[in-house]
């Protein structure tokens, strides 16, 4: 037996020893991570976009456009034109109406949009550049068959009101 706890006790120290070499192993591999870790995030500010860049918050990089969205309720085509029914705020209706020379020509205050069946309802899209109309998109439904179309009552006096330069709704 006294040969045999020198041996064990030798056996012990030497697994103690490797136990210990393992733990150091292990503290440098996670004071590593950390110091690869803190290098990393210290180098994102460094390599992130300039704030004064293209994507500027400031104003001298917007556009001078902006739009407004208009759900309609009905379209009616006329031979000058379009009048459209459209949901005022709240739960009021106006009407517009579209001469149909903006419509004609490439380039000019009007685009008709035709859309496939679907979930989409028609819906009028008001261009404004500077604060001042540019031009309008009439989304309609291709199909005239479609409920969002309607019918002019026959004898209605509205010729005038298609001599018209520039869009103005009531919102």
Request: aromatic share 14%; charged share 25%.
């Amino acid at each position: 037996m006294e040969t045999v706890f020198p041996l064990l006790l030798r056996r012990s120290k030497i697994i103690l020893a490797s136990e210990v070499s393992k733990r150091r192993n292990d503290l440098k591999t996670i004071r590593f991570c950390v110091i690869a870790l803190f290098a990393i995030a210290g180098v994102f500010p460094v390599i992130a976009q300039d704030s004064t860049g293209s994507g500027s918050t400031k104003g001298e990089n917007w556009s001078s456009y902006y739009y407004v969205n208009v759900p309609l309720e009905k379209v009616y085509p006329h031979r000058l034109g379009y009048v459209i029914s459209y949901r005022k705020s709240g739960t009021e209706i106006g009407t517009a109406y579209l001469p149909m020379k903006w419509f004609e020509e490439a380039g000019g205050k009007g685009d008709l949009v035709n859309l496939e069946s679907g979930t989409n309802w028609p819906y009028l899209t008001v261009y404004y550049k500077d604060g001042a109309f540019s031009h309008v998109r009439l989304f309609v439904r291709k199909n005239l068959d479609h409920q969002s179309w309607g019918n002019i009552p026959r004898g209605a006096q509205i010729d005038e009101k298609f001599e018209i330069e520039e869009l103005k709704l009531e919102y």
